[in-house]
């Protein structure tokens, strides 16, 4: 018992969770108000505006600096783990979308030329074990804009809870 009540009061832990939280309803509300249809992926997927993660460590860097203060151990480490994320949901993960939708569109182009070539059927054969897989996920980085957003409002999380 002790162990969720020290869990349920972790207030670096509660301002993280609520940073992911709050990005995530906007990040689907303005895909609703953009695309005029609702997307349970937005409410839960990565990618998009804003920046979930960036919410969610700059969240708990707020509530680690304000309530431990600029000299702890807990705000050193909330503060690294923050620039990490931000830093790789901008690079490695942006350029992962990116190559992705290329990958996406090649596959679509292929798969418009097999078709051409229908009346060979060993074409449709190899091509069709090929691309039978799901395409691949476009929303897993962001742009700097992204993250910057998701970085303000963990920042306006973390000072609102503390």
């Known amino acids: 018992m002790d162990l969720l009540n020290e869990l ?3 207030r670096v832990l509660a301002a993280g969770i609520c940073g992911w939280a709050s990005a995530q309803v906007i990040k689907a509300i303005l895909y609703t108000i953009l695309h005029r249809e609702f997307s349970l992926e937005r409410l839960f997927g990565d990618g998009g505006m ?3 993660h960036s919410a969610t460590v700059s969240a708990m860097a707020m509530m680690s600096l304000l309530h431990y203060g600029v ?3 807990e705000f050193a480490i909330s503060a690294m783990l923050a620039i990490i994320v931000m830093h790789d949901a901008m690079g490695v993960r942006l350029e992962t979308g990116k190559q ?3 990958i996406n569109e090649l596959t679509t182009l292929i798969e418009e030329i097999v078709d051409d070539f229908n009346n060979e059927e060993t074409w449709e054969k190899k091509f069709q074990k090929v691309f039978s897989e799901d395409k691949l996920k476009e929303y897993v980085g ?3 804009l992204q993250v910057a ?3 303000a409002l963990g920042l306006l999380i973390g000072w609102l809870m503390h």
């Open 8 to 10: 349920l009061s972790n």
């Open 50 to 52: 804003p920046s979930g």
């Open 71 to 73: 000299g702890s151990f």
């Open 100 to 102: 992705a939708e290329v």
């Open 142 to 144: 962001h742009t700097p």
């Open 149 to 151: 957003a998701g970085g």
